[in-house]
């Protein structure tokens, strides 16, 4: 199994909405990321968990608030979002933080009204 | 200028060609990845290199440390192959913190 899973694959939320996004993978890794990918552009990392703890935070906005509730699970809670956030959000997992083969998943296209 | 430059930015081609996507980057590196991503929004990992070639099926990626700079190669193209491929760099000092290129928009015409 070498994939990561992310729920659900399409969102639409309003901005006084409170959401989450999901992301799973059974492949034994100790580090998952959240990504932002604007249209056309590249991803942009938001967030680096290792070994359950947040070890990067790229000075995102308080409105985006990632939990890591156990090896195989990564969520990011949305709140208070603004139309500008509307995006494609990636998760993405990798053995060990660092340079190691990356898994992404398909992403969550997230849009906000 | 970008940390990573790939090019070209769009490449159309027809079905059968031999393809190449340059990436150059000028930062020292621990790693470089090179990325698929179809239209529908999911990246898939091609290759992860630290040094010389690596080949899977029709994909075949170099890269040339002194130089700073790897090429991604697909033989005989295929439309199934359309999509944006991405270059992107892990620093010697930057941990987790990829760097992307721009993204090479691939068409592959039957």
């Known amino acids: 199994d070498t994939e990561v899973t992310q729920t659900p694959k399409h969102l639409v939320m309003g901005m006084t909405n409170k959401k989450s996004l999901k992301c799973e993978q059974h492949m034994g890794h100790r580090a998952m990321y959240w990504y932002k990918q604007k249209a056309k552009k590249p991803p942009e990392l938001m967030f680096v968990?290792?070994?359950?703890?947040?070890?990067i935070n790229e000075s995102v906005p308080s409105r985006f608030s990632p939990e890591c509730p156990n090896s195989s699970l990564l969520n990011l809670h949305l709140h208070a979002l603004q139309p500008e956030d509307s995006a494609l959000y990636l998760c993405?997992?990798?053995?060990?933080?660092?340079?190691?083969?990356?898994?992404f998943g398909e992403g969550s296209w997230l849009t906000v009204v | 200028k970008n940390e990573v430059e790939q090019s070209p930015q769009n490449l159309t081609a027809q079905e059968g060609e031999f393809i190449t996507i340059n990436c150059s980057y000028s930062v020292g590196i621990s790693a470089l990845h090179w990325l698929q991503q179809h239209p529908g929004g999911g990246i898939v990992s091609l290759f992860m290199?630290?040094?010389g070639k690596k080949k899977h099926g029709r994909l075949i990626a170099t890269i040339n440390i002194q130089e700073k700079h790897s090429s991604l190669h697909i033989t005989a193209s295929h439309p199934r192959d359309s999509a944006v491929y991405i270059c992107?760099?892990?620093?010697?000092?930057?941990?987790?913190?990829?760097?992307f290129g721009e993204g090479t928009q691939l068409t592959v015409n039957p």
């Open positions: 968990y290792s070994y359950e703890k947040l070890s």
């Open positions: 290199l630290s040094s």
């Open positions: 993405a997992s990798s053995q060990i933080q660092g340079s190691h083969t990356i898994y």
């Open positions: 992107a760099v892990g620093g010697e000092t930057s941990g987790s913190r990829l760097t």
